[in-house]
């Protein structure tokens, strides 16, 4: 049984990757407080974490103190330097979760959210591959040196993550913007960390709001 995990980031005048269901048929979705988790069955489950925003020289996550959660909403706030940024995520029926920032700076124009595969599924063989291209297996050995981290630098709207469990990942957003796959095994850690920075299109031409929208579908073997 093949599992599809299609994320849509489909940005409107466009969320990141713990809490309660939207409804019955979303139960593999749960928000929390460090961000989105999605159960993909036999191939884990995945924290797509609360966006950090990328801008000024720095990647910024929000204010713990201000996240607060009720599993169907979570609101947060950030500090310096983009204090009074706002930040309001929902889970919407049909598998979708809804990012909303507000009072943002002219000059910040991405978020970057995050998600880890965890070496003992790479050590069975994990392939990626990006708007329909050749798939790249993920070295099952870390590399030894800090230029071996960087694994691929794309610029895609499609990504898809092959399992050795038989289950696909696909993440796929309107328009290309930059995925990384960082090994951060070199470091000693026990993951594979992959990075993706959807722009921060805003909802009106002058404004300060922009809304995204991420879309999960998840179907069993």
């Known amino acids: 049984m093949k599992l599809s995990f299609v994320l849509r980031l489909g940005f409107s005048v466009w969320f990141a990757l713990l809490?309660?269901?939207a409804n019955a048929a979303d139960d593999f979705l749960q928000l929390l407080d460090n961000g989105v988790v999605c159960d993909a069955g036999a191939a884990g489950k995945y924290t797509l974490g609360i966006p950090a925003l990328d801008g000024r020289g720095t990647h910024l996550p929000p204010l713990a103190s201000s996240i607060k959660n009720d599993g169907r909403t979570l609101t947060a706030a950030f500090g310096e330097p983009f204090a009074g940024v706002s930040l309001e995520m929902k889970i919407l029926a049909g598998g979708k979760v809804q990012y909303r920032y507000a009072n943002l700076p002219k000059d910040l124009r991405i978020v970057m959210c995050q998600f880890n595969i965890d070496n003992s599924?790479?050590?069975?063989?994990?392939?990626?591959s990006f708007d329909g291209g050749k798939a790249?297996?993920?070295?099952?050995?870390?590399?030894?040196?800090?230029?071996?981290?960087?694994?691929?630098n794309v610029n895609a709207s499609k990504?898809?993550?092959?399992?050795?469990?038989?289950?696909t990942l696909t993440m796929i957003t309107p328009k290309p913007c930059w995925h990384g796959i960082q090994d951060s095994r070199v470091w000693g850690k026990k993951f594979v960390g992959i990075c993706l920075t959807p722009f921060l299109?805003?909802?009106?031409?002058?404004?300060?709001?922009?809304?995204?929208?991420l879309e999960f579908t998840v179907s069993g073997k």
Do not use: C, H, W, Y
Not at 201 to 213: A, I, K, L, N, Y
């Open 19 to 21: 809490g309660i269901t």
């Open 121 to 128: 599924l790479i050590s069975q063989g994990v392939a990626v």
């Open 136 to 152: 790249l297996a993920i070295p099952v050995e870390p590399g030894k040196t800090n230029k071996d981290a960087s694994l691929a």
């Open 159 to 167: 990504m898809e993550l092959g399992f050795p469990s038989g289950e």
């Open 201 to 213: 299109t805003r909802d009106q031409p002058e404004g300060d709001v922009s809304t995204f929208v």
